[in-house]
């Protein structure tokens, strides 16, 4: 079982980038759509950006398109989004993903979480 593992959140203000990371371990991501997803307060989690690690095709949720931009590294089994133009709406726990099965909107694993905060 693959474990991902999250990092590069943090407190930013409006307008400003941050780029957070995912890294898995374990079995090789090379077959795997692997994504974001992100839980607001009082909200459920909600789909964000994913990538087909084999062929570097890409899904974004229509809240993000223009401002995020999700890539890869499969030799170094990462995955990162870049976050540009960032809105207080955006604050939330932001979750690495992945599925093994052809599933762009229902990952099967999950990581931990890093926590996104928009503030001024």
């Known amino acids: 079982q693959v474990q991902l593992v999250e990092s590069g959140g943090g407190l930013v203000p409006p307008g400003g980038s941050l780029r957070l990371s995912c890294v898995g371990s374990?079995?090789?991501?090379?077959?795997?759509?692997v994504g974001w997803s992100r839980q607001a307060p009082g909200k459920e989690r909600e789909f964000v950006a994913a990538?087909?690690?084999?062929?570097?095709?890409?899904r974004y949720a229509d809240s993000v398109k223009g401002r995020f931009t999700i890539s890869r590294d499969a030799a170094q089994n990462t995955v990162y989004l870049q976050m540009d133009s960032l809105k207080p709406e955006d604050t939330a726990v932001y979750y690495c993903?992945?599925?093994?099965?052809?599933?762009?909107?229902?990952?099967?694993?999950w990581g931990q979480g890093t926590q996104v905060t928009v503030s001024s």
């Open positions: 374990g079995p090789t991501l090379n077959t795997a759509i």
């Open positions: 993903t992945a599925s093994y099965r052809d599933n762009w909107y229902k990952p099967t694993e």
């Open positions: 990538v087909r690690m084999n062929f570097g095709t890409t």
